[in-house]
């Protein structure tokens, strides 16, 4: 999966974070949740505007974040 086509990063929304692309739901937020020990399900049901894809976008995205020193937008 290339991240690239979900996530954006836009200097004036959400302070520059990385989101879900046509929603204000940062990577971030995602990760926090899961983290938190909500499933991928509970996490869709209560954020409807989310898909699998977007979520999985949000993983691989903190993946290459951990991996690059420096991670720029197409």
Known sequence: MD???????EPGKRSGKPCVRGTRITVADILSYLA???????????FPQLSREDVRAALAYSNS???SSVLLPR
């Open 36 to 46: 938190g020990g909500e499933t991928e399900d509970s996490l869709l049901k209560e």
């Open 3 to 9: 991240w690239r086509e979900r996530i954006t990063i």
């Open 65 to 67: 974040s951990l991996n």
